[in-house]
């Protein structure tokens, strides 16, 4: 099933079900970059909890009215100020003058046969992001894929973000609000407490380099991960880079969020022909910064993502180097079937090759789960998501190749 919105035909921002009369369209759209209204005030979503309490001292207020509108815009998802009825009319008032609480504009809502679910979102600028939700097969819960970037820097051969101009970072707003607006749409307010949760896993797999945005995607993440507002344990937060190996460590030392890692070649030749970022970062300084990485143990694998591509990177001679390479990292291998995009010249290995290559990886003490591509009747497979985005919308911007759901994976909920 595919269910378009155009923004003709639902010309609404993405707000709770149960917030009728939020802002219109074009007061979305003219909302400056750093999550500012075009009449100056500032959006409630997005500013880190430090920052928040310090704008309410400066306003006379305290601690506890922090707590307040944390739990109002976090943990209860209300999109307007008006609503937050524990709080005086005549502060709620004065609130609104400065603040007032967004979400981007949907404008596009696609549910694919197999359930994965994508949303096209428009931010006040006019660039646009895809965000995809993964439930899980065999349970009630699942991952929401997020993006960090419009486009990337980067241009790792096999993705066809690789093939977009960076646009911009995103926001911390922009980025936690992809998840709000996933909430919003399975109606999953107030944060459930009773640990059943379908939207109960994030995955910063989404378009662009998370760790070139890094600033921006830790405070949107220590957002979400606030208990008392979207509640998600850091157990259950996966962020995919790459290889930015400076921002690595730092990374599991302030986040000790669980760490992906686009390895797709075991050799620096290689790497550095399919993804050119390894030039900078090469294979010795990535795994190092693995094994230095704070949020690895045992019972939390580093996961290596390794694109199977025809020919190039999945011959039993690569498996066995790369069970060579990773030694000393505790980890475990995804192994993520190419999918072809326009103008792209690689093709995919042959699952029986691909079944192979995992053996190889198994016998040498590696799990290495094949990830099946989930959404690919919309379009929100690895590779898939941009692509549709331009069809669709003539514009330069959608969503980024991103990894499947499978049971036990990465982008499965853990
Ligand atoms: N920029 C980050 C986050 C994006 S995650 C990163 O590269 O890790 C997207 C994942 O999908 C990455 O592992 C990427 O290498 C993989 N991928 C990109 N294009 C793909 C394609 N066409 N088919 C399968 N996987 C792809
Ligand atoms: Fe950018 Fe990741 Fe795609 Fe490489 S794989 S181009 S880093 S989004």
Avoid at 378 to 403: D, F, H, T, Y
Wanted: proline share 5%; with cysteine.
């Amino acid at each position: 099933m595919t269910d378009v919105l155009t923004e003709n035909a639902s010309a609404q921002p993405a707000t709770d079900s149960t917030a009728t009369n939020g802002p219109s369209l074009s007061d979305f759209v003219t909302r400056a970059a750093n999550g500012q209204a075009a009449d100056g005030r500032r959006d409630l979503v997005g500013i880190p909890r430090e920052e928040l309490t310090e704008l309410m001292a400066a306003m006379g207020e305290s601690k506890f009215r922090v707590k307040q509108l944390w739990n109002w815009v976090y943990y209860r998802g209300v999109t307007d100020i008006e609503d937050m009825t524990n709080i005086s009319k005549k502060l709620r008032d004065r609130l609104a003058q400065d603040f007032y609480v967004g979400r981007p504009v949907l404008t596009a809502d696609q549910k694919s046969t197999d359930d994965t679910h994508k949303w096209l979102m428009k931010f006040h600028d006019g660039n646009e992001a895809e965000t995809v939700y993964i439930p899980d097969r065999n349970e009630d819960r699942g991952a929401v894929c997020i993006s960090s970037q419009v486009g990337c820097t980067l241009t790792c051969k096999f993705c066809h973000t690789g093939t977009q101009l960076l646009v911009r970072n995103l926001t911390p707003g922009e980025i936690v609000s992809q998840f709000m607006i996933a909430r919003d749409s399975y109606g999953e307010w107030p944060t459930p407490s009773n640990g059943i949760r379908r939207l109960s896993n994030i995955v910063m797999m989404g378009m662009g380099e998370p760790l070139f945005n890094y600033e921006n995607v830790r405070d949107a993440l220590r957002i979400a991960m606030d208990g008392e507002g979207i509640s998600i344990s850091r157990r259950r937060v996966t962020l995919s880079t790459s290889g930015v190996v400076p921002e690595i460590v730092r990374c599991g030392e302030e986040l000790g969020v669980g760490l992906a890692i686009s390895l797709h070649a075991p050799e620096d030749d290689l790497r550095n022909e399919i993804m050119p970022i390894n030039k900078k970062y090469p294979l010795k300084e990535l795994m190092d910064a693995c094994r230095h990485y704070p949020g690895m143990s045992n019972s939390r694998p580093i996961t290596m993502e390794y694109v199977m591509l025809k020919g190039i990177n999945d011959k039993p001679e690569h498996a066995r180097a790369l069970a060579k390479l990773v030694k000393g990292v505790h980890c475990k291998f995804n192994l993520i079937p190419f999918n072809k995009w326009p103008g792209s010249d690689y093709e995919c290995t042959p699952t029986n090759d691909i079944k192979k290559f995992a053996q190889i990886l198994l016998d040498n003490g590696y799990e290495a789960p094949i990830r099946w591509p989930r959404g690919r009747d919309i379009l929100a497979a690895c590779g898939q998501l941009k692509s549709e985005s331009q069809r669709q919308r003539k514009s330069r911007v959608g969503g980024c190749a991103k990894p499947d759901a499978g049971n036990d994976g990465v982008v499965a909920a853990q």
